[in-house]
């Protein structure tokens, strides 16, 4: 019999309660043993709730309590999660986590803190939900030199951008369906700025090289800024905007980045819409191997947190090694990648932009007072100067 | 240091040296091990080319040189595969092995095999070629009832059937132009007849119900049958034909079958196109998760077998479990599968058709002297009944 807790009874929390649940004879064939749950740590009450009769309001009971094996965090955000966990860990707890934000912040500290206990620290649910990333990263994709991650790792932003490519409506009144349906939050900051798919593209690079890739350092544009007329252009030549979470490695340099990109049906992320998630990983000798999927949503997300429960009990004993080292990466300058750029400027700037990019593609679509072009493949630092000589409307880094 | 012997130097057996010179520095850092070729096995002499320093003609050097850790199978078939991987286990070492018609027939016996010795039989390149599959479906999908697996298993069907829906060509002048591309055999019997997915579906049904499903027992029909005329139905309902081998869990029983099969872009698999692969499974948590890459090719199929050889490597001295035992699985009777059937009759069959299938939808393109329809959903066995009466030109299933 194994003991799990679960900290904090939101979506995933819940989730995971019901996971467990309703697969625990499945659990118990892939696992080997009964799997329960004993606690569950939440502030509120949930009155009437079966959870109830497990519910505690104090984490010292949990982490004091020998019985319990396995701790699934669902409480989010950094603090007090951060503190939970390693005490967890420190007392010979495996722990399994959604949590982005603070695998993003503490990752390769809180799995050096598993293998000084012989536990482990899983977090497979924390990028691209219900899809298997981590662990085909972690122990799949083992024999190739990674040169390239791209993901569509936020759910909310595909869905606004599916929305808008293909009823050409605007950002704003997207953004208010979309809440409307509980696909964005209230405050969708974290969401339509980018911090969110940040967050998980620097896990997944952290994975790819074995080092740790601080978030902040990472280039991040949300969507706020794409409109109706950039899916205009876009729609005229077959073309949609996605938002990527990209890592690249360009010699020994490691570039990072979180920005809208244009793509069009030669990409396999192209045909991702609507709330799923995907990731495209390359390697040298692999190619490009896609995974795709739910990115959220209650149950795929447990989904993901329960595997790695299963996964806990199967290594009870022993570390499962993770590469992910505390050494920090520097990341590759920005202003050095090559990008190719989509580009909208008002007609009167049209002679100055067109002696400004030789060798642009004109873009045409039915837009009045526009000049709109795709660029030859350049550096962002020389884009951006001869971009600031015109007035540019939107620009969209384009990848074909 | 790692010692590896490859048996077959054929594309992928000379793909996994080609792996391990090329990425030496990385499967250092991903296996903690220096990891070296030290023979290759092969009947034929490779003059002048560098493996003839390593290469030998009798397995017996390899089976009983202890210094060797790691055995890579690239030889194909069963005979003397089996032979070969069973004598390594026995002596002590890992197996890593692309051959499906292999891990199809004897992957339950031959994991026993390597449990009894404390060693590894790995076989992820045995489906889907480069992209991680196996792996994921036993170490991640562990939450989940898995309640159907559907995949694109066979790159040179679906590189013929792509070529057919884009071009309006026909099945013969198609597959002579695989033939004449390389990817298609001279003799193509185990691609066109389906018998090569057949395999692949029985390995991943296998592990998805941790019991043995025999090839021999799935229902197998190929793309011989599929015309360009069937293509221009399906192209007049935004439709495409590809060959699926799938597995489904309706009760208790267990559903396997290799056909081709009518989908449209509502199906993730869709957009798979050309030589690619993709595998979808259905979790009753997770809902459809894809994995999408390249299922043939030397160095994406070498590089999956190099990561079972790091596996192996990190699992010195312990058995990874996977979930296949040899207790058989007696599949349901395939008459009671209900399916929709996309059908075409002479003009003549019509009003004798129309009264057989009542609420068909019939199907208009520019075919002269037919009539043609989708059924609505029935057991197969109501639908031979019934296509008995009437003249069948051809019948496809339909997944929409």
Redesign the interface.
Known sequence: MINVSVLGYGTIGSGVVE?IN??NK??K????EEIKVKYVLDLREFEGNPVQKILVHDYSIIANDPEVDIVVEAMGGVHPAYDFVKEALEKGKSVCTSNKELVAAHGAELLEVAKAHNVNFFF?ASVGG???II??LN???????IEEITGILNGTTNYILTKMSKEGAGFEETLKDAQDKGYAERNPEADVEGHDACRKIAILTSLAC?KQVNYEDIYTEGITKISDVDFKYAGSIGASVKLFGTSKKVGDEIYAMVSPVMIN?TN?L??VSDVFNAVLVK????????????GA?K??T???V??D???AV?HAGETV?T?WSKEPVKLGEMGQLVNRFFVRVAEGDKAKAQSLFANATEVKADVAGEYAFITEAMKEEEFSKKAEEINVINRIRVAF
């Open positions: 996971v309703t697969n499945k659990l064939e892939t696992s080997g497979e219900g899809i298997p662990r085909p122990e799949c994709i083992t024999a190739d030199e074995g049906e396999p192209y045909s390697g040298n000798m692999l190619g490009n191997t896609m995974f795709y999927g739910a949503g149950l795929p447990a989904s993901a329960v595997s429960v299963v996964q199967r090694e590469r």
